[in-house]
């Protein structure tokens, strides 16, 4: 991989398609919590929402 | 609740001490390692005040904290990707402490060294294709013949075959921009198209894919996505990356 990103602010829905979609997903009784697909939903609608109250 | 847990960012190919010195994690804390069974796992102390299970399901609703903590740890996970064969773990993934992650390289290990396998020596790139909202629509006909009504009634019709050829000529381009980068990448992976609110973007995004590229075929990737942009009338093509290969870093089945 080339450094070209570490320098740059890259957009956060861009992040989040990938930390909360992508991944190794890791399961079972070691683990106390892990990100699942409900949030994602959350995030998004806490994205959108404050998209939104910019946008007024 | 006091006390603290470990945070798990990715496993890399080691030990050969892919983190560099100084790095700090999601709570401010010091970047460390657990070597163990041939991998490394890079991780950092958080307190469980603000990881536990009850703390983070209200945590990830605060969207100041969760761009923070993405951010924080793409950037541990960009750092360690630039010196090792890298597998990011999904955001929050947590546990008691560092005996249970090596228990878990002993576990899971056959299987993330066969994603460390396939991501070695490549970087994912998102690729983005919009259809471009300033193309102006075609001219509406003037009404000429018939009366009113079926006059009206063609040119809706004459509109709506319109639009559609447009959405099966976007969707034929979209396809032939996948086939073409589809054919320098290891792997693909679909994202869903962004809400038009999320990605900012006046245009409507068609696909949302990230690719899996060979590093040494990253220039003609990108080379090649830039002219598809270009050569494509209709659409926008949007390059982003290199990524570390959190879209293609999932474990198969044993």
């Given at each position: 991989m080339h450094p070209d990103l570490s320098g740059t602010q890259v957009a956060l829905v861009d992040l989040l398609d990938r930390l909360l979609a992508g991944g190794v997903v890791l399961s079972g009784d070691l683990i106390i919590s892990i990100a699942g697909v409900d949030l994602v939903r959350v995030s998004l609608r806490a994205l959108i929402t404050s998209t939104e109250h910019e946008l007024r | 609740m006091t006390g603290t847990a470990v945070y798990l960012y990715a496993v890399a190919?080691?030990?050969?001490?892919p983190v560099p010195e100084g790095l700090t994690g999601v709570s401010g804390t010091p970047v460390l390692t657990v070597e163990h069974a041939g991998l490394t796992a890079i991780v950092s102390s958080v307190p469980l005040a603000e990881y536990g299970a009850d703390a983070l399901r209200d945590k990830l609703d605060d969207l100041v904290w969760l761009e923070r903590t993405a951010r924080a740890h793409h950037a541990v996970v960009v750092a360690v990707a630039q010196v090792a064969a890298t597998a990011p773990v999904r955001l929050?993934?947590?546990?008691?402490?560092c005996r249970q992650v090596a228990g878990l390289l002993d576990d899971r290990g056959g299987q993330i060294r066969q994603a460390l396998a396939r991501v070695a020596g490549h970087a994912e790139w998102g690729v983005k294709v919009y259809g471009d909202s300033r193309r102006p629509s075609p001219e509406p006909e003037p009404?000429?013949?018939?009366?009113p009504g079926t006059a009206y009634l063609r040119q809706r019709n004459r509109q709506r075959r319109g639009a559609e050829q447009a959405a099966r000529q976007l969707a034929a381009h979209t396809g032939r921009i996948h086939d073409t980068l589809a054919a320098r990448a290891t792997a693909v992976h679909t994202h869903r198209p962004q809400d038009p609110r999320l990605s900012?973007?006046?245009?409507?995004?068609?696909s949302n894919t990230a690719y899996l590229v060979a590093d040494r075929e990253c220039a003609g990737f990108t080379a090649a996505a830039e002219q598809l942009g270009a050569a494509v009338t209709g659409v926008e093509v949007e390059v982003a990356g290199p990524w570390p290969a959190y879209s293609f870093a999932t474990l198969q089945d044993p």
């Open positions: - | 190919c080691g030990p050969d001490r929050t993934t947590i546990f008691h402490d009404i000429t013949a018939g009366s900012g973007h006046s245009g409507i995004m068609l």
